[in-house]
Nanobody, 112 residues
Framework: QVQLVESGGGLVQPGGSLRLSCTAS????????MGWYRQAAGKQRELVAT???????KYGAFVKGRFTLSRDNGKKTIELQMNSLQPGDTAIYFC??????WGQGTQVTVSA
């Protein structure tokens, strides 16, 4: 069974940065589209960013250049660098492996 292990969430002040990591348990990670979604309280889950096996990225409209998603196929890991965080970024962030594998989620809270 595929597992996605997330790390890096936490509490940060507005304007601060966090880096989220997600490591997969399978070697065919390198063939998979990976990404992050988030879900804020009372809202639907939304796309944060995805990355193809070749490294092409796609971001949600709200990102506006603040986040960068990267992958290391050798380490079976993706990393989401989040800068200029705002209270509106507060949510649970879920790692995703196409087509239907999800991590357990990691909480990101942006608050003064």
């Amino acid at each position: 069974q595929v597992q996605l292990v997330e790390s890096g969430g936490g509490l940060v002040q507005p304007g601060g940065s966090l880096r989220l990591s997600c490591t997969a348990s399978i070697s065919i990670f390198r063939l998979k589209i990976m990404g992050w979604y988030r879900q804020a309280a009372g809202k639907q889950r939304e796309l944060v960013a995805t990355i193809t096996p070749a490294g092409t990225t796609k971001y949600g409209a709200f990102v506006k250049g603040r986040f960068t998603l990267s992958r290391d196929n050798g380490k079976k890991t993706i990393e989401l660098q989040m800068n200029s965080l705002q209270p509106g970024d507060t949510a649970i962030y879920f790692c995703y492996m196409n087509p239907d594998v999800w991590g357990q989620g990691t909480q990101v809270t942006v608050s003064a």
